[in-house]
Each structure stands twice: as structure tokens, then as C-alpha cells.
């Protein structure tokens, strides 16, 4: 698995823009970067997903680098109701970690008003 | 589209008694399911990988015999927590892998279910 690191917290106004970062240096050429975020007590919710390519979707953008050793969660304009902790994993891609997402920490994102 | 639906949401028990947790897959086909269990202001952490019609795979130090899952459709798999303690207290989530989707979704999570030990 390539393992992600995140900042623990991060704080954003609401209506700006939120720049999640993520790094993952040991990724491999065919594994997925996924993002999903949590609201308390509740299971995670899909945001966006991507190899190689920048992908947009209605809630979010994500930014790859060319290396992939990093990405970019955007959300374009935050709001209250973005608060949640965010994760970025990498889906493993071989052996016995083929198909599985392993959670890292995560991001917690403040919006506040 | 691509719902699971997780149940019950919370459960109490006796410490010494078994406790089932169910996952349902309601508009796709789900040849395999994850569960994970979280503890308070923690990450997700993997248990096991759930296939129908096979056994599960449990992940390193997740013991097999107290935590039972079967996968016998294309639609339910179970965790059953056996002979539960005071420390088995945790959130349970499951997930579903959503059939040729890597491209565009690929997995759905489960609201979770809190499980209180008493």
C-alpha cells in the first residue's frame, strides 16, 4: 500500500476555497488516489477519485502532479456543512492489498463562517 | 445509485452475547465487502474483505473467530460479533465494492453502526 500523509487540521472561510493537500510519494503507476470525507458518526462519503488526470466532479476538483506523488483536494466554495474529516487514500493495487482502501488520518477542515 | 444500507444503526448488549450486523447492497451487486471498525477521534481501521460465496480474508491481528462474517449473496454480508466484551464497543462500518466502476465511483460506504457493550 502506498501509505498517505495529510495535515492533521486546516481551517477555511466559508465561501473560499479549501485546498486539502495530500502527499503520496511511494504511489505506483496503476493505483487510484481516492478521496472520501466523514461527518461525525456517520459512514464516508465519496468525493472524487483519480490516476493520472485532474478530474472535476459537483462537488470537488482533485489536482495531480505529474509525478503523482502528491494531489489537491479543491472545494470550490466552502461551507458550513463542508466541516468533516477529509481522507485521501491510495487504492491498493496488487498483491493482498488489491482493491482495498486503507485509511491514513485524515484532514480536519474547519469552515467557519 | 450505488446505496448500502447498514443496520442496525446502533446496538446495545450484554457483555458474554453475540451481536449481528448487516450489510446490504440495494441497487447493485456486491461480490465484495469491506468492514472496518473505528474508535473514538481514530481512523478507519480495516478488518476484513468480505466475498461471496468464499471465506473472508481477515487483516493482520483481527481475530476471526470472535469477529463472523458471511457473504452468502450478492447483496448481504454479515459481521457477527461473538462472546462481546466491553473493548469490542466501537463504530462498525461496511463498505461495497461497486462493480466495474474504478473509473467512475467504485466503492460505497455503509451509515455504520455503533455498538455498546455493556
Known amino acids: 500500500d502506498a501509505k498517505t500523509t495529510q495535515p492533521p487540521s486546516m481551517d477555511c472561510a466559508e465561501g473560499r476555497a479549501a485546498n486539502l493537500p495530500c502527499n503520496h510519494s511511494?504511489?505506483?503507476?496503476?493505483?487510484?488516489v481516492y478521496w472520501y470525507r466523514q461527518i461525525h458518526s456517520q459512514g464516508p462519503q465519496y468525493i472524487i477519485h483519480?490516476?493520472?488526470n485532474n478530474e472535476t466532479n459537483e462537488m470537488a476538483s482533485l489536482i495531480i502532479t505529474e509525478d503523482r506523488k502528491s494531489s489537491t483536494l479543491i472545494l470550490p466554495h466552502a461551507t458550513l456543512r463542508d466541516t468533516a474529516v477529509y481522507y485521501c487514500?491510495?487504492?491498493?493495487?496488487?498483491?493482498?492489498?488489491?482493491?482495498?482502501?486503507?485509511f491514513g488520518q485524515g484532514t480536519i477542515l474547519t469552515v467557519h463562517p | 445509485g450505488a446505496v448500502v444500507s447498514q443496520h442496525p444503526s446502533r446496538v446495545i448488549c450484554k457483555s458474554g452475547t453475540s451481536v449481528k450486523i448487516e450489510c446490504r447492497s440495494l441497487?447493485?451487486?456486491?461480490?465484495?465487502m469491506f468492514w472496518y471498525r473505528q474508535f473514538p477521534k481514530k481512523s478507519l481501521m480495516l478488518m476484513a474483505t468480505?466475498?461471496?460465496?468464499?471465506?473472508?480474508?481477515?487483516e493482520q491481528g483481527v481475530e476471526k473467530d470472535k469477529f463472523l462474517i458471511n457473504h452468502a449473496s450478492l447483496t448481504l454480508s454479515t459481521l457477527t460479533v461473538t462472546s462481546a466484551h466491553p473493548e469490542d464497543s466501537s463504530f462498525y462500518i461496511c463498505?461495497?465494492?461497486?462493480?466495474?466502476?474504478?473509473?467512475?465511483?467504485?466503492?460505497?460506504f455503509g451509515s455504520g453502526t455503533r455498538l455498546t457493550v455493556v
Open positions: 463498505s461495497a465494492r461497486v462493480p466495474g466502476s474504478f473509473k467512475t465511483y467504485g466503492y460505497t
Open positions: 511511494t504511489i505506483s503507476g496503476n493505483e487510484y
Open positions: 483519480g490516476l493520472k
Open positions: 487514500i491510495v487504492r491498493g493495487a496488487g498483491g493482498t492489498s488489491y482493491g482495498k482502501l486503507t
Open positions: 441497487d447493485f451487486q456486491a461480490t465484495t
Open positions: 468480505s466475498n461471496e460465496g468464499s471465506k473472508a480474508t481477515y
